[in-house]
Every structure is written in structure tokens, then in C-alpha cells.
């Protein structure tokens, strides 16, 4: 049972311009919201979260929205610049569940100069 | 450098093997978490750890098994290797207290390098 998806497995933009990456999940009960950055041979590595609580959440170029109705969640890049290129990792959790985060399957993202 | 050391970094055995995967988390952290992620896979949780405890299982084979010692470092390890559990192996750590009910924020994880295990 895939709680967290990623449907879009790549997405290329031009730099300057905006990056959008989705995220869809499952479970009404998800406490919070995370997006880690990947890049190769590299763990993954913590870029923003936001709660269930909340609507929005932003951190510099990155903002993330989140649609509690629709159970999606979106990660705005703006503007994109080619260091931003990356896998992009959506992941949620549960107060009662200890703390471990469920992944989706990831979005490579390419910016283009 | 994440503050989490995980080796070895690249591993190549053979079918029906047994391997061990050692992690030592970020100064401080109580927490340990085994992810396993396979190619074009998302990662998938394991198992998770809070000073020495088990506290959370995921998804993990009953080949695989891992414990957190006293000085809070942790093993994975992968018995009667098969060529599906050819991966990469992430571990990661937080300072969450298993117990806690957050009210600080998101549970944070840190993540290693990761082992990549190709069995063949």
C-alpha cells in the first residue's frame, strides 16, 4: 500500500523559472509533511516541512503547500537554478508511529541553464 | 558530512550469503532508522531504533535483522542474500524521543551516504 506517491518520476524546467513537484497521499492521519533533496551518491538530505495544520510553509526560494482536502502537497522551487537539480523526496508522518517518515518514489528534477 | 557514517560504502557478495552494514549516528541521537531503497524505488522503511530498543518495524525480511548497541552505533544485517536484495541501504538518525509527543516540528531525520550491496 503506497501511502505517499510521486506520479511524476522527472520534470525539466529552465533556470529562472519555476519548479513544481506533487505529491499525493493516502492517510488523513499524517502529522507532518517533509521534502528531503537527493543528489547521486549522496544520502538524502532535509530541505522543509510543514504541518498538517498548516497551508503553506516557505523557506527562501522553496515554499510548500499543502491541500488537506485533496491530500496533496506541492513543492514550489522559485527560481530554479541548475544546482537545484536533484531527486526530490516527499515524506510524511504520524505523531504515534515513533517517529519514521514514509517515503514516495521520488521526482528527478533537471534544471537546464 | 551529514554527522551519520555508515560503512562499508559499496559491497558485492554473492547469493546466499550473510553481510553486516554498520551505522553511527549523529552525535546526540537516540534514534536510528534502516531504509532500504531498490532501484527506482522510493526508500522503504525497515526498522527503527531508540536507545537499544526496537521500536518500529516496516517492511523487513525475516532474513534481515539489526540491533543498536550501547554506544547507540547499529548493524543491519542481510542472511541468505538474494540477487532482489541488491540496494542502496540508508541509515539515518534523529534526537526524537520515542516517546515524546512532538510539538517542536517535524521528526527530522539525518541520513548517511548509504551502502550500496550488489549481490550477484
Known amino acids: 500500500d503506497q501511502q505517499v506517491k510521486q506520479n511524476s518520476p522527472s520534470l525539466s524546467v529552465q533556470e529562472g523559472r519555476i519548479s513544481i513537484l506533487n505529491c499525493d497521499y493516502t492517510n488523513s492521519m499524517f502529522d507532518y509533511f517533509l521534502w528531503y533533496k537527493k543528489y547521486p551518491a549522496e544520502g538524502p538530505t532535509f530541505l522543509i516541512s510543514?504541518?498538517?495544520?498548516?497551508d503553506k510553509n516557505e523557506d527562501g526560494r522553496f515554499t510548500v503547500f499543502l491541500n488537506k482536502s485533496a491530500k496533496h502537497l506541492s513543492l514550489h522551487i522559485v527560481p530554479s537554478q541548475p544546482g537545484d537539480s536533484a531527486v526530490y523526496f516527499c515524506a510524511a508522518e504520524k505523531y504515534n508511529q515513533g517517529g519514521k517518515l514514509i517515503f514516495g518514489q521520488g521526482t528527478e528534477l533537471s534544471v537546464k541553464p | 558530512d551529514s554527522g551519520v557514517t555508515q560503512t562499508p560504502k559499496h559491497l558485492i557478495t554473492a547469493t546466499g550469503q550473510r553481510v553486516t552494514l554498520r551505522c553511527s549516528p549523529r552525535s546526540g541521537d537516540l534514534s536510528v532508522y534502516w531504509y532500504q531503497q531498490s532501484l527506482d524505488q522510493g526508500l522503504q522503511f525497515l526498522i527503527q531504533y531508540y536507545n537499544g530498543e526496537e521500536r518500529a518495524k516496516g517492511n523487513i525480511l525475516e532474513r534481515f535483522s539489526a540491533q543498536q548497541f550501547p554506544d547507540l552505533h547499529s548493524e543491519l544485517n542481510l542472511s541468505s542474500l538474494e540477487l532482489g536484495d541488491s540496494a542502496l541501504y540508508f541509515c539515518?538518525?534523529?534526537?526524537?524521543?520515542?516517546?515524546?509527543?512532538?510539538?517542536?516540528?517535524?521528526?527530522?531525520?539525518?541520513f548517511g551516504a548509504g551502502s550500496r550491496l550488489t549481490v550477484l
Open positions: 539515518a538518525s534523529s534526537p526524537r524521543t520515542a516517546w515524546a509527543r512532538n510539538a517542536l516540528g517535524a521528526n527530522v531525520l539525518t
Open positions: 510543514i504541518s498538517s495544520i498548516k
